[in-house]
Structure formats: structure tokens, C-alpha cells
């Protein structure tokens, strides 16, 4: 017998009450019970296939979305595997709410996807889905929140998104049950949807079945067969399957699925529980239509449902779960915890006071996955060929599935997926991150970030100092503040004694930052005098082999010559065969057949599984991966020559070493110091590779003998400056796997003519006679007020003479030019929609304009850097405006 309560009631007697008065409350919603339509095609006692050429394993919304694409891509042979029933896990307690609003691009791109998707299912299938566009409310209580939601519409508007950024009174005109009293702002997206989520994996399973999938309920797949690094069978509790790829969607059970056989996979995900409640209909029943609700301030989200209301929301205080072994075949609705969902009931009733009144249905309590950035996992494992995960939504499978089934389907298809998916990739991650405790530990942080207001530069506060240089106590007691990549701990900036640790530890803006000064400092020192940069984070491998085997291999996937004399560092990068950046490196060779390969830091798994990839089976070739054998410092301004000639008594001098130049040499009284002629800045200075037991003593001398020409430590902030400024582009942040060196202006490091076929050479030799249809470019912004006005920061929209052409994707404060200095590409299109081509005509008379936060800010475009600037900085003491510097 159904018990009516109030909301009201609940939130106001005692939790013991409570629980009295709600066990057994309500009958279970529809959307929750039982298990999908069973697909009558198949059986619990049909036998196996012996052989398919795809494995599929998990039977929710991932896994048949993934089937789905798979057969629409024209594939054949393909078995989907469900320990339970098909839905019977996660999608069977899914919100149901399809929300373009997503922190990356690349989610809201898949978020779109899904929902015309969705859309077209129920005409498809002839399943019903449920779908209702409603459109969704963003809500922002504060000036920092409406900001951040202004960011939002002016990213969303660049992917061709409908959105408006509203007025309190537009949200109660919307949806009027909402309390606006405390409300400045909103985002309305009309394009948002709903859907049954059950009902959408049984189409999707059925439009899959219907093309050949042979779907398998209550069968566990026992472990993967990996031999000689490839995907070769499956084992389950029901027999063997041969085949070529495997594909882990198995949610909850994914990280566990992964550890399973001899080869482990990491899988870095871990599961909390999430709740919402279910209201019975309301005296006057909520419309289908009426909009989602997302109150982030409130850490609550809101829909109709059946008249009522279905309400969660994201605590502060998650509840980890599942910390290891699968003991739920299906997940069945937990145990309901109304002491812990208060906090979440309040802010509802302050946002829809009218549902004091209501009757409770239910509050569900199921497991969501979480990973350690908030970033689903997608992609090819690093050493297992064919082997391809799809997990850890982090509460937004639904809206993800469709889209990530997509590009997961296209990776495996052609080797990668229609647009770049870095942020997303598996190989983000090693297997540093796949520590139970750290994945427990992060993701009860995680989870309340989903809706906390997060501003440019925040950092993760949980899992950290995994990964440390010798010198991280040292720079820590000099004032260190820390930010981590990969898991490794990187100096931001240094605090001078006597200012406040404790306000710049807390600082959050959109505007200008209160380390802004601090960073200024250093980088004037950098050009002025000398700095060093703890640069041990960045990734370092060494190829060696006894004959030229090292240097063919290079030279097949280098863009550069590889082939020059020792000693010499190259610049270059590894492309595709779309002449797309897989990686962007720098090469020294060390002797005939030997080199040390640098990379970015969050390169480590992505640099190493593509270099093996194409490795020869050869026992004469080795590759080993020595980052944790040496520590790197980065010593840049034009007193460095002097610190390190005092400390090695050899002439320092771009006579006696060239730029681009690698020696080995001692460095104070440690001996076999790799000094290098280069900085990652266009600063002068070196770069010392030192085995880390040198490190100590190398850093204490430099700092010593530096004191007289004024050496001091910086960090990353002023590093980005520096590099920025300077036009350099960054892997991960400018370039990926579809920017190629003609976009990007780095021809100069394409050797068209040099004796090996390298990857990526033909779409290079068709781009540059077809011409470019995207450029990197530098803008430099007028008008814009560093004290007051929002900073750009990426992802900002470009306007050229009005259209819309493009966005940044990495931005800083010059120093130099007293100038915020954007990089980004400019992608015109003809007026049929088609790609334009970009020529430096075309971008040198354009009029430019930066959207930061729906505020236009005019820009000056330019193709190379202010070398003729920066030549002339001391004119600006004359106080000479940038305009006069431009027109030179």
C-alpha cells in the first residue's frame, strides 16, 4: 500500500520517521522495473557463435549504441554480450535527460548527435522512445555562475546550437513553478530533450538485431585472449568466441572486465551512489514539455515525470560503492538514504516551493561511474590491438551514448573517428591512475564538480604528489604552488615571501587573476636576466638499435629529417596518414643509433603506444620509456650562457654551442649532463637532462652561482606566456591528430624530399596544392580592459568582418606587448557551406573580433610573431601605442 507524504514532511520530521513512513513506498516507476523486451532471436540456452569479428560487451545504452554504428558502417559478424539482461544495469536508472550542456565541445558535439538520434529512432524501429523536446533551463545564482553560462552560449553557438542566455522573468515565463527571487540569469536551450532510456536501448538493440548483431543475455564474459598483443578470442561462463576486436561498454563492471585476464587494461573508473526522487503527479500535473531544470548552484536538476517531478542532484559528500569484484549482475535500485539526499530536497523546494505539498513516489538510489577528470573513456587500449573501451559517463551515459557509440564505431572502422577526440581518449591515462584508492579517493571529488562553478587554472585536489620531482620539497619551501598533469606535480607560479599564500590558493575569476603580478615577475626576469623551469614532467623515451634500424623507423614517422649529425636537436612531428599531429616532439640524436625523443607530459601513453605501433618486430630495436631517470631544467633569459659557463668552464656562447645544439658535459661536479641549446619558449636559454640523483646538487649550484645575475624560479604560467606570445603551438591545446603543419604554419619542418616515405606525406603534398582550409593564427586583442574586462582564456568564437570563422584554443597575457594574445584557427567556409580556402590575403584584411562571454573585443590577426615588436620594446617606454608598432 502506497504511503502519501509530502515533501515537506519529509524534509522537516526526523530521519527515523522518515524511513518508517517510506519503506516500501510507492510502486516502482515503469521506467525502472523489470528488464527490456527480450529479443525473442535469441535464447539463454542458443549456443555461441564460434568465431565473430566483433565482441561486444554490455547490453545498455553504450554497448548497443556501439552495435548500432557498427552495422550502420556496414559491419558484419558482430556478438553483443549482457551478464544480465539487456538495460538491466545503469540505463535502466537513467534521469533520461539529453543536455548539449557540457564543459568540452567534443561532448556537446556527441550530446547533439545523440539527440537527433534519438529523435529518429521511434520512425525508424517503430519502437516508441519517449523522446519530448523540452528544452532545458540553466540557472545561475550568482554574476560568476551567469558568466560561466555566458561561455557556454557563445561555445554552443560556434557548434551551430540554438541557445539564449535569459532574464529571471523569460525562466518563470518558461517554467513556472521556479522561484526566480534569487536568480540573475539563465541559459535556455530549446533544443534539449528527454527520452525513456530503456525504451532507446531496446530500439537500438532491436535497429542492431534487425541488421545481423546477435545479441547474448546472461552471459559474462570471463576475460579477453590477448596474444602477441593482439585481441584473438573471448572467454564467458557459456563458452569461446573468436575474434578480432573487443569492445568494453560493461559500465559499472568495466574497470573489473579490464583486470580480468593475463594482459591487464586500465580502465580507470569507480562507481558512487546517485540519487533522485520521483513524485507522485502534482493537483495541476507538470507538461510533458515543461523544460529541464539545472540549477548547478543548487547542485539539483529537475524534469517532468508522469505529472510529477524527478528530481537529483550532485552532493558534496558522494558515497563511493562497488570498490571491487562484479556482485550485482543487474543493479537493482540501493538502498534509499533520505538523511543523505536533504541537502538536495532543500534546494528543491527553495527552487519549486509548490512542491511542498506533493506526494512522494520513490527515491531512487543507483550507481553512477565517475572517472578521474569528469572525461568518459574512449578508444583503442595502448599495447592491445583491438581492444576498444567506451565507459565511465560520469552521469551522462544518455546524452553521451549516441554520439561516442559513433565515433567509437568510426574508430574502429577507419582507424579513427570523424573529429578529435583527445580529451576523451583512453590513453590520457596510465596505469598510475588505476589505484583503487586514488580512483576512490577522486572520484568522491568528482562528483560534486559535475556542478561546481569551475574557473580557468582550477586544479583537482585529491590524488595528488603521485608523481614528484627530487626537487618538489626544495621549490616548495620557495613559495611552489602546484598544479598536476598526468599525475605529475608542476610549479604554477612562485609566492614571494610576505604575500598572502592563502588568498591565492583560493582565488577563482573569470577576470584578471591575483597571481597576475607574481607571473609578470618572472617573466621579466626570463627575458631580462635567467629563470629556471622544473620541466621533469615532460615525457622521454630512447630509441635505440645496433644497426639504422632507430633511424628508418624515425624517419618513417617523423615529418623532419631524422638523418643529421650527432649532437643535433630537430624539431618535428609524427603525423597520420591524414598528415595530422600524433605527436609533436623534439629529437636529439644522441650517436649513429641512438636518440632521447621529448614529448609533452600527457604524451607518455599516447607517444609510446604510436611508436610501438609502427615498431618492427625486431630484437635489435629497442624503445624504453625513461622519464622517471631524469630530471629536466629549463634555464631561459639571456644571463643563462653566463650561469652555466661559470658551472662547466666551457664557452657557452652561440658560437661554441648553436642553437638546437645537444652536449653532453658536468655541470658543477656531476658529470654526463645532456645540456641542450633550447628552451620550448623562443627565450635563449638550455634545457639540462640530468639523471636524477644529480638533481639536488645541479639545482643548488645553478641556483648559487646564478644569484649574481639574478636567477630566480618560475613556473608554468610564465611559461605559457612566454610560448604564446612567441607563437608557439601546443600539442593537446593547438595541434591534434587533424591540425596538420601546413595549417599551422610549420612547413618548414615538413623535408618533402628526404629519402623515406614518411606518414602522412601524400595529404601533405594534396593539402599544399589544394590549399588550406583552416590556419593557425595569432590575435591580439584592443580595446580590452586587463583590469576589468572578462579575460579570453580558449574556446572563445572568432569573427571576421562579422561571420563567424573560428575559435582560440589557447590564450594568455603578454607582458611584452601589454596585450592579451590569442591563437586559434580561422575555418571560413564559401557560401554554399562548403570549406573555403585560407590564404594570407584573405586573413590580412580581415576586421577581427573575439566573443569572450557574449562580449565582442577587436583583434589584430597575424600569421607570424611580433618578431618587429618585441625588437622594439624599449620605444615603448615612450609610451608608443601597439597601433603605431603595427603599422610599421
Not at 535527460?97 to 561532448?107: F, N, T, W
Not at 546472461?218 to 578480432?244: F, M, P, Q
Not at 614571494?496 to 577576470?511: I, R, V, W
Request: charged content about 20%.
Amino acid at each position: 500500500m502506497t504511503v502519501c507524504c509530502c515533501l515537506f514532511v519529509i524534509r522537516a520530521l526526523a530521519p527515523v520517521l522518515l524511513r518508517r513512513w517510506l519503506c516500501g513506498a510507492g510502486a516502482r516507476p515503469a521506467h525502472l522495473c523489470g528488464s527490456v523486451r527480450f529479443l525473442s532471436t535469441d535464447s539463454v540456452s542458443a549456443a555461441l557463435p564460434a568465431r565473430a569479428r566483433v565482441v561486444i560487451c554490455g547490453g545498455g545504452i553504450v554497448g548497443t549504441s556501439v552495435a548500432y554504428h557498427l552495422v550502420k558502417l556496414g559491419w558484419t559478424e558482430i556478438v553483443l554480450l549482457e551478464q544480465g539482461r539487456l538495460g538491466a544495469g545503469t540505463t535502466r536508472f537513467c534521469a533520461g535527460i539529453v543536455s548539449v550542456a557540457k564543459p568540452l565541445s567534443v561532448e556537446s558535439k556527441m550530446a547533439d548527435y545523440s539527440n537527433a538520434l534519438y529523435e529518429r529512432l521511434e520512425e525508424e524501429t517503430g519502437v516508441k522512445t519517449g523522446f519530448v523536446r523540452t528544452g532545458s533551463l540553466c540557472l545561475a545564482q550568482n554574476q560568476d555562475r551567469f558568466l560561466s553560462l555566458k561561455r557556454l552560449a557563445s561555445r554552443l553557438k560556434v557548434l551551430g546550437v540554438s541557445c539564449n542566455v535569459i532574464k529571471p522573468k523569460d525562466v518563470a515565463r518558461l517554467h513556472p513553478l521556479v522561484n526566480i527571487h534569487d536568480l540573475v540569469g539563465a541559459l535556455h536551450l530549446p533544443g534539449d530533450c528527454v527520452v525513456s532510456p530503456p525504451d532507446v536501448n531496446h530500439a537500438l538493440a532491436v535497429a542492431s538485431a534487425a541488421h545481423g548483431v546477435q545479441i547474448y543475455e546472461h552471459t559474462s564474459v570471463n576475460h579477453v585472449v590477448v596474444k602477441k598483443g593482439h585481441v584473438t578470442a573471448v572467454e564467458t561462463d557459456r563458452g569461446s568466441i573468436e575474434c578480432e576486436y573487443f569492445v568494453n561498454c560493461a559500465g559499472q563492471w568495466a574497470y573489473e572486465l579490464g583486470q580480468s585476464g593475463e594482459v591487464k587494461v586500465s580502465v580507470p573508473l569507480h562507481g558512487c551512489e546517485h540519487f533522485y526522487l520521483l513524485t507522485k503527479p502534482l493537483s495541476e500535473p507538470v507538461q510533458n514539455d515543461s523544460p529541464v531544470l539545472i540549477d548547478m548552484d543548487g547542485r539539483i536538476y529537475a524534469r517532468a515525470w508522469h505529472g510529477g517531478i524527478l528530481s537529483g542532484g550532485f552532493e558534496k559528500n558522494p558515497k563511493p560503492i562497488f570498490t571491487e569484484g562484479r556482485n550485482q549482475l543487474e543493479i537493482q535500485n540501493m538502498q534509499e538514504d533520505w538523511d543523505h539526499f536533504e541537502p538536495m530536497l532543500s534546494a528543491l523546494l527553495r527552487r519549486m516551493p509548490g512542491l511542498e505539498s506533493c506526494e512522494i513516489q520513490q527515491l531512487v538510489n543507483c550507481p553512477e561511474s565517475f572517472t578521474p577528470d569528469m572525461r568518459c573513456l574512449m578508444g583503442e587500449t595502448p599495447g592491445i590491438y583491438g581492444y576498444f573501451v567506451l565507459a565511465g559517463m560520469n552521469s551522462s551515459g544518455l546524452s553521451f551514448a549516441g554520439g561516442a557509440g559513433k565515433y567509437l564505431a568510426e574508430w574502429i572502422t577507419y582507424g579513427y573517428p570523424s573529429t578529435s577526440v583527445w580529451h576523451l581518449d583512453i590513453k590520457r591515462f596510465g596505469n598510475l591512475q588505476s589505484s583503487r584508492t586514488f580512483l576512490r579517493h577522486r572520484v568522491m571529488e568528482v562528483m560534486p564538480l559535475l556542478y561546481e562553478l569551475k574557473v580557468p587554472r582550477w586544479d583537482f585536489q585529491t590524488g595528488r604528489q603521485l608523481r614528484t620531482s627530487p626537487l618538489y620539497d626544495r621549490l616548495d619551501t620557495q613559495g611552489a604552488r602546484w598544479m598536476e598533469k598526468h599525475g605529475f606535480e608542476r610549479a604554477k607560479y612562485f609566492v614571494p615571501a610576505g604575500k598572502d599564500l592563502l588568498a591565492l590558493d583560493q582565488s577563482k575569476t573569470f577576470y584578471k587573476p591575483d597571481w597576475f603580478d607574481i607571473v609578470g615577475a618572472e617573466v621579466k626576469c626570463c627575458k631580462e636576466a635567467v629563470c629556471v623551469i622544473d620541466m621533469s614532467s615532460f615525457t622521454k623515451f630512447e630509441l635505440t638499435s645496433a644497426g639504422d634500424q632507430a633511424l628508418q623507423l624515425l624517419q618513417r614517422l617523423c615529418a623532419n629529417d631524422l638523418d643529421v649529425p650527432v649532437g643535433h636537436i630537430v624539431h618535428t612531428g609524427m603525423l597520420n596518414q591524414r598528415g595530422g599531429y600524433e605527436n609533436d616532439c623534439s629529437v636529439v640524436r644522441l650517436s649513429k643509433n641512438s636518440f632521447f625523443i621529448i614529448s609533452p607530459t600527457d604524451q607518455q601513453v599516447h607517444c609510446w603506444s604510436w611508436i610501438k605501433k609502427h615498431m618492427p618486430s625486431d630484437p635489435q630495436l629497442h624503445l624504453e620509456d625513461v622519464s622517471w631517470k631524469y630530471t629536466a631544467l629549463n634555464l631561459i633569459g639571456p644571463r643563462a650562457m653566463d650561469v652555466l659557463s661559470e658551472l662547466s668552464y666551457v664557452s657557452m656562447t652561440p658560437e661554441h654551442f648553436p642553437s638546437l645544439f645537444c652536449k653532453e658535459m658536468s655541470v658543477g661536479y656531476a658529470n654526463g649532463i645532456r645540456v641542450m641549446s633550447m628552451t620550448h619558449t623562443g627565450e635563449p636559454g638550455f634545457m639540462l637532462y640530468m639523471p636524477i640523483e644529480y638533481a639536488l646538487h645541479v639545482y643548488n649550484e645553478v641556483m648559487s652561482v646564478g644569484q649574481k645575475y639574478g636567477i630566480r624560479n618560475a613556473g608554468y604560467y610564465a611559461l605559457r606566456s612566454l610560448r604564446i606570445e612567441k607563437f608557439f603551438a601546443f600539442w593537446g591545446q593547438d595541434l591534434d591528430s587533424f591540425t596538420t603543419p601546413l595549417e599551422c604554419g610549420r612547413e618548414f619542418r615538413v623535408k618533402f624530399d628526404k629519402d623515406t616515405d614518411f606518414l602522412g606525406r601524400d595529404a601533405l603534398l594534396r593539402q599544399r596544392v589544394e590549399g588550406v582550409t583552416r590556419r593557425f593564427v595569432m590575435l591580439v586583442l584592443e580595446d580590452h580592459d586587463t583590469e576589468l574586462d572578462v579575460w579570453p582564456w580558449w574556446g572563445e568564437p572568432i569573427y571576421r568582418n562579422g561571420e563567424l570563422v573560428g575559435v582560440t584554443t589557447s590564450s594568455a597575457y603578454s607582458y611584452t606587448l601589454q596585450r592579451h594574445v590569442c591563437l586559434g584557427f580561422l575555418s571560413p567556409t564559401n557560401t554554399d557551406g562548403s570549406p573555403a580556402v585560407v590564404t594570407a590575403d584573405f586573413i590580412n584584411r580581415g576586421d577581427y573580433e573575439v566573443d569572450i562571454a557574449g562580449q565582442k573585443f577587436p583583434a589584430k590577426a597575424k600569421l607570424y610573431p611580433f618578431s618587429s615588436l618585441f625588437a622594439q620594446q624599449k620605444r615603448r617606454k615612450d609610451n608608443m601605442e601597439l597601433s603605431n608598432f603595427q603599422s610599421k
